[in-house]
Structure formats: C-alpha cells, structure tokens
C-alpha cells in the first residue's frame, strides 16, 4: 500500500468494521455508492445558488465521511458547512466539493489496496 495519505482515519475505519461484518459492509457499500450523488446534488446546489441545500448535503456528508474514517472527505465538508451555516457563503462552495471529490476518489482506492472490504 505504501505511505498513508492521511485521506483515510484507519483508526476510525477499522473501529467501524467490527471484522467487516456484513451489516458493515452494506453500509459501507451504500456510502461509497452514494457519495458521488451526494456531491452531484451539492454541485447542483451551488449552481443554484442554494446556501440552504449546499450546507445540508454539506453537513450530512460531513458526517458520513466521519463515520467512515473518509477524513479527506470530512475536512472540506466541515468547512462548507460552516462557511455556509455561519456566513451565508458559497465563495470557496466549488473549490470544497472538487476537493471533497478528489479526495473521496482518492481515499476509495487506498481503502481497497489495503483491505479486501
């Protein structure tokens, strides 16, 4: 696998598996599966101009990637959300999501490089 990047919390992802159960994998199957979507409709969001819909996506995605160890995710997230909830802002909204993004591709592949999950 060689060095972690630091896009993945293996403390948190190896926490949550439980020895990968099967209920774990579902779920985080539905997670991989879903975070694009969920990004998509961010990036949709702030095309609109809609604060309200990109801090949401922001924050429920935030939590997810938490969830999972997807600190790569988590980070940019936190910050839409706050720059969203707090300031009313989508000035970084684009540069955030692409980051999120990239990083999630990211993360998805040193996750199946280093575990058969």
């Known amino acids: 696998m060689g060095e972690p990047s630091g896009l993945v919390d293996w403390e948190q992802l190896d926490m949550v598996t439980f020895g990968y159960a099967p209920e774990f994998v579902e779920i985080y199957r539905e997670f991989l599966e879903q975070t694009p979507h969920m990004l998509d409709a961010m990036e949709e969001a702030r ?13 429920k995605l935030k939590g ?54």
């Open 47 to 59: 095309q609109r101009g809609d604060v309200a819909a990109v801090s949401k996506c922001a924050h």
């Open 64 to 117: 997810s990637a938490l969830n999972f160890g997807f600190a790569g995710v988590s980070a940019p997230m936190t910050a839409l959300e706050r720059e969203t909830k707090d300031q009313g802002v989508l000035d970084r909204a684009e540069e955030r999501i692409r980051l999120a993004r990239a990083n999630f591709e990211a993360g998805r592949a040193e996750v199946f490089a280093a575990r058969a999950i």
